[in-house]
């Protein structure tokens, strides 16, 4: 019996070695769970920071480029106002330079080309139907070709723009007048007419603004040195425009 009981207590002595080393795994298991579990957070955490400054650094890139699309767009804008610009100033001192170069001129219509045409003689009868004598201004004349050749415009150069300004005068007292049979001795009774010979700008604004005043929406257009002046309303002052549809935008207001 002695021997039976000796043989249990070492059973049991083996079984609590074997529980306390068992139970020694186990914790060492759930020690390195735990560590592990707490490297996953650490590394959650880590990736959650991560992926917090990539949509932050996305956002920045994000409204750098918008900032830049913007600058791109004002800059574009900014440069098509600057070409528009530059283009309506070259108008301006294009239409300036033809403006000068004309400002000496008249120009005579309605008069049909002859072949023997004399136009020295034929202005000499014209300006001694305005009330020059014997000295009148000086000149040059000349006429302007034509697709038929036969109602090209006979252009006047003075040598003064006074010179000119006054032989449009008296013209504008003597206009019913001015006949084709008065210039060239004919029988022919049509009538012939004095104009400025202006820029191609000019007349185009002329054009637009002798139509509006036709349709009643204009008081009155002057020629001041090559320039078409309109006045829109009687108590209106006289304007300049630098194109026509710049004047057609003002009357449709």
């Given at each position: 019996?002695?021997?039976?009981?000796?043989?249990?207590?070492?059973?049991?002595?083996?079984?609590?070695?074997?529980?306390?080393?068992?139970?020694?795994?186990?914790?060492?298991?759930?020690?390195?769970?735990?560590?592990?579990?707490?490297?996953?957070?650490?590394?959650?955490?880590?990736?959650?920071?991560?992926?917090?400054?990539?949509?932050?650094?996305?956002?920045?890139?994000?409204?750098?480029?918008?900032?830049?699309?913007?600058?791109?767009?004002?800059?574009?804008?900014?440069?098509?106002?600057?070409?528009?610009?530059?283009?309506?100033?070259?108008?301006?001192?294009?239409?300036?330079?033809?403006?000068?170069?004309?400002?000496?001129?008249?120009?005579?219509?309605?008069?049909?080309?002859?072949?023997?045409?004399?136009?020295?003689?034929?202005?000499?009868?014209?300006?001694?139907?305005?009330?020059?004598?014997?000295?009148g201004p000086r000149f040059k004349a000349y006429r302007l070709k034509s697709q038929d050749?036969?109602?090209?415009?006979?252009?006047?150069?003075?040598?003064?723009?006074?010179?000119?300004?006054?032989?449009?005068?008296?013209?504008?007292?003597?206009?019913?007048?001015?006949?084709?049979?008065?210039?060239?001795?004919?029988?022919?009774?049509?009538?012939?007419?004095?104009?400025?010979?202006?820029?191609?700008?000019?007349?185009?604004?002329?054009?637009?603004?002798?139509?509006?005043?036709?349709?009643?929406?204009?008081?009155?257009?002057?020629?001041?040195?090559?320039?078409?002046?309109?006045?829109?309303?009687?108590?209106?002052?006289?304007?300049?425009?630098?194109?026509?549809?710049?004047?057609?935008?003002?009357?449709?207001?």
């Amino acid at each position: 019996m002695g021997k039976d009981e000796t043989k249990e207590q070492r059973n049991n002595t083996l079984r609590s070695a074997n529980n306390e080393v068992s139970l020694t795994d186990i914790g060492r298991s759930l020690s390195a769970i735990n560590e592990t579990l707490a490297k996953m957070k650490t590394g959650q955490e880590k990736l959650s920071d991560d992926i917090k400054q990539v949509r932050g650094d996305i956002k920045k890139s994000s409204d750098e480029i918008k900032m830049i699309a913007d600058g791109l767009k004002n800059l574009k804008t900014t440069m098509h106002d600057t070409i528009a610009n530059v283009s309506r100033i070259e108008r301006k001192l294009e239409d300036a330079l033809e403006i000068d170069k004309r400002i000496n001129n008249l120009r005579l219509d309605g008069l049909s080309y002859q072949a023997d045409e004399k136009l020295d003689h034929i202005m000499q009868n014209l300006l001694s139907r305005l009330g020059y004598a014997n000295s009148g201004p000086r000149f040059k004349a000349y006429r302007l070709k034509s697709q038929d050749n036969s109602q090209g415009s006979v252009i006047i150069k003075f040598a003064t723009a006074f010179d000119k300004n006054i032989v449009y005068e008296r013209y504008l007292k003597l206009t019913k007048y001015i006949t084709v049979g008065l210039l060239t001795g004919s029988s022919d009774q049509k009538r012939c007419f004095l104009s400025h010979d202006l820029s191609r700008n000019q007349y185009a604004i002329n054009k637009a603004a002798v139509a509006a005043k036709k349709e009643g929406r204009i008081h009155k257009i002057r020629t001041v040195n090559g320039c078409v002046l309109v006045k829109i309303s009687p108590q209106g002052e006289f304007r300049c425009f630098d194109t026509p549809e710049m004047l057609k935008e003002e009357i449709s207001e």
